[in-house]
T-cell receptor, first 118, second 114 residues
């Protein structure tokens, strides 16, 4: 089955450490996204990539970095510069044409990674 | 820039009662509008999407939403709530189809009382 996987599901970080969250998709989608979710805040866009080797900052990119070396993969690094990284992180992708649900250009989401700073 | 406002961070209904979750958008051009559902500690699942083909959009699990341009609204409804509908619901807007990032509302948590 096609879909998006995120790992790990739970991640604990000590202050001052960098951590990398994995996002992989086998939907052959061109565009991928990273969102941060905090209680009562909805989803806020961190970074997005519309094509391999290219990415753009979202609304809250400070303290985060990404790479897009392969179409299938869009890892997110939470750096020590991110002062309040505890949150639920969601990866999504979207591609051209009709998606499996029948809705054109549906944005598919992964199951999320919950990051906690100790 | 486009934005989304969801009225009510928490809505509680009795099982079998009407569900109404409110969403108003701000956009200078006709938007694409979405409703997503999220169960605890999971990703988001698309309920339905408005793309100007029809003002009343039917989605999964018995949900539907009506686009009202004059009111800049896209409220989500379901005639009869089920316990399994308890979740968080997000309204989102995009100006364009394709790969443009969505702008999300802050979400409404729906509780269903037996």
């Amino acid at each position: 089955d096609g879909g998006i996987t995120q790992s790990p599901k739970y991640l604990f970080r000590k202050e001052g450490q960098n951590v990398t969250l994995s996002c992989e998709q086998n939907l052959n989608h061109d565009a991928m996204y990273w969102y941060r979710q905090d209680p009562g805040q909805g989803l806020r866009l961190i970074y997005y990539s519309q094509i391999v080797n290219d990415f753009q900052k979202g609304d809250i990119a400070e303290g985060y970095s990404v790479s897009r070396e392969k179409k299938e993969s869009f890892p997110l690094t939470v750096t020590s510069a991110q002062k309040n990284p505890t949150a639920f992180y969601l990866c999504a992708s979207i591609g051209k044409g009709r998606a499996t649900s029948g809705v054109r250009n549906e944005q598919f989401f992964g199951p999320g990674t919950r990051l906690t700073v100790l | 820039a486009q934005s989304v406002t969801q009225l009510g961070s928490h809505v509680s209904v009795s099982e079998g009662a009407l569900v109404l979750l409110r969403c108003n958008y701000s956009s200078s051009v006709p938007p694409y509008l979405f409703w997503y559902v999220q169960y605890p500690n999971q990703g988001l699942q698309l309920l339905l999407k408005y793309t100007s083909a029809a003002t009343l959009v039917k989605g999964i699990n018995g949900f539907e939403a009506e686009f009202k341009k004059s009111e800049t609204s896209f409220h989500l409804t379901k005639p009869s709530a089920h316990m399994s509908d308890a979740a968080e619901y997000f309204c989102a807007v995009s100006l364009y189809s394709g790969n443009t990032p969505l702008v999300f509302g802050k979400g409404t948590r729906l509780s269903v009382i037996a």
